[in-house]
């Protein structure tokens, strides 16, 4: 069964450092993979997107995220976060028809000053 | 840019009441979708639809229906509210295969 994993259920990180949110995923054929950041009290914004082709993914917001077919992994990641960042992160794996969308449970990101 | 607009943001209802969630999206997708996000269990898929009149049970279909009579509104329906139906329920869109995009979320609680 599909399935997504974000194992840090919490991240704190200094403003101006850089930020790495994991994602693992299972699933049998070539995954479109998501990530979407939640804003307290907001609905899911899209971050970015993996369908195929270029493994590193660039997205909205200086993100970027890498496809590792290997790894199953789809990580996120930031070289400098502000403090705008903090936010609650999901990852998404959707199969092809775009049917369904099985969300990990989220890593909430503190920044401290 | 996409706009997926939810009728509230804030509900407050009683338990036994029938509840309807709105939703209309204004980028002709074919496809929508109704979850509910809960603390620690992250997102579930409630039902979504594919086309007008079609829908497809998601992973906890149970006291909810759905109705999509046009292709932009999508409507949730809670036929009898409970009190664990107390959550935040958002609606999204999305073409055939392409990403999907959220609304803000409507809050409801169930007394």
């Known amino acids: 069964a599909q399935s997504v994993t974000q194992p840090d259920i919490h991240i704190t990180v200094s403003e101006g450092a850089s930020l790495e949110l994991r994602c693992n995923y299972s699933?049998?054929?070539?995954?479109?993979l998501f990530w979407y950041v939640q804003s307290p009290g907001q609905g899911l914004q899209l971050l970015l997107k993996y369908f195929s082709g270029d493994t590193l993914v660039q997205g909205i917001k200086g993100f970027e995220a890498e496809f590792k077919r290997s790894q199953s992994s789809f990580n996120l990641r930031k070289p400098s976060v502000h403090w705008s960042d903090a936010a609650e992160y999901f990852c998404?794996?959707?199969?092809?028809?775009?049917?369904?969308?099985?969300f990990g449970k989220g890593t909430t990101l503190s920044v401290s000053s | 840019d996409v706009k997926v607009t939810q009728s509230s943001r804030y509900l407050v209802k009683r338990t036994g009441e029938k509840v309807f969630l709105e939703c209309v999206q204004d980028?002709?997708?074919?496809?929508m979708f109704w979850y509910r996000q809960d603390p620690g269990l992250g997102l579930r898929l409630i039902y979504f639809s594919y086309d007008v009149k079609m829908k497809e049970k998601g992973d906890i279909p149970e006291g909810y229906s759905v109705s999509r009579e046009k292709k932009e509104r999508f409507s949730l329906i809670l036929e009898s509210a409970s009190t664990n139906q107390t959550s935040m329920y958002l609606c999204?869109?999305?073409?055939?295969?392409?990403?999907?995009?959220f609304g803000d979320g409507t809050r409801l609680s169930i007394l």
């Open positions: 699933y049998g054929a070539t995954p479109y």
């Open positions: 980028m002709d997708h074919e496809n």
């Open positions: 998404a794996v959707a199969n092809q028809a775009g049917t369904a969308l099985i």
């Open positions: 999204a869109s999305s073409r055939l295969s392409g990403p999907q995009h």
